[in-house]
């Protein structure tokens, strides 16, 4: 005989081979767990007690589950078992699951929804909590942070300078955004500033003929401004400086081979450090180039070489021709290192030393950009020729439609 068990939030129920409940073990009160143990693909003492209890009255056991079949090795009645992953029988019963339950309990259907209701609510605050508790989540939302604060300044510098400019032209050959931004709100008049130590170390200089004078209410607008936009720059440093211990401290490996803002951003972008290491390295290379994934996808352009890593200091700073092979051994580095931080956590410094022997092996072996052999640029631009000859003809073809009546006249 034969026992199909199907597993449902609300426990487990066997059925024969004619859609009848032939046994159940309903878990109303433990709901949540059996929930994270289905989303988990774990195997509970609740689902090995229940196959237990079946085996001694039924000769083969078919589960419908997610998990292996090897995950009920340590059973004692493992030759009879069988697993499938969907099948007519866990239809029927999720098709029909209230009333079943109902039938089986003795509850309403209203009873049985509460009961749902509170058994996914636990489930959900059990996952947010566990999720709060790992350290890349932390990295990823001040990362995003970082992000929104980096746009923030970036306008908000450009409105300042452009009001200072008629008050304090001579500024705007000052590069640094935040030492400009600290000048007008700490000393704000042209007298203060021209004394000011901050200026020194740099070549600006005020004019003492310079007459265009503002008054003091708009002088304290402008302060107020500096002053909220001085403290924006305080925050990020203080986000800057908190991504590398947390890096450091999760990814010590990642940290070694991408730097602490690249590692960051990666981690973000696959919103976790456990999914960035199941990636492998060719998608790494090109993280946050989908738009132009697609475009090589629908168009047929050149596919890109290299996504997010553009930022690792070895693909930024080297020639045209470098980047694509850097972006590879960039990007195998980085996914190495992230496997490694991820499930066995040892630090291997080594990592570091072997990508930067492999960049200065790239960089030696081209010196030059290589030339395409003219051969082969001509047979690809004459295949290209009889290509778009070709679908010309078919286009006119596709184009030739026979007219209607009405449509022509003589």
Known sequence: MKVIIITTNFGFIALNEDYEIASSKLLLDDGASLIEAIDKCILTSYEVEFIDELSSRYDDILI??????NAYESLECFENIMVEKGNSYGKHVRDNLYDIIGDISGFSNEKLLEIAHNQYMEASKNKITESVKTNDVMIVETINALE???????RLIERLRQWCMPYLPELDKLHNHQLYTRLIAFETTRENIRNSPLLEGTDVTLSDEYDIQMNDNDLEII?????SLNALYESKNTLEEYIQEKVHDVAPNLYDVAGANLAAKLIAHCNGLENLAKLPSSTVQIIGAEKAVFRHLKTGEKPPKHGLIFQHPAIRGSNWWHRGKL?????????IAARRDAFTGEYSPELKEQLDE???????DNPFPERRNKKSVDDAKQKKGKKSKKDKRKKSKRNKRKLKKGEYTY
């Open 64 to 69: 419908e589950t997610n998990k292996p079949l």
């Open 148 to 154: 929104d604060l980096e746009d923030s300044t970036g």
């Open 223 to 227: 302060k107020s401004f500096a002053l």
């Open 327 to 335: 972006a590879r051994a960039v990007a195998g580095k980085i996914t």
């Open 358 to 364: 492999r960049v200065e092996k790239i960089k030696k």
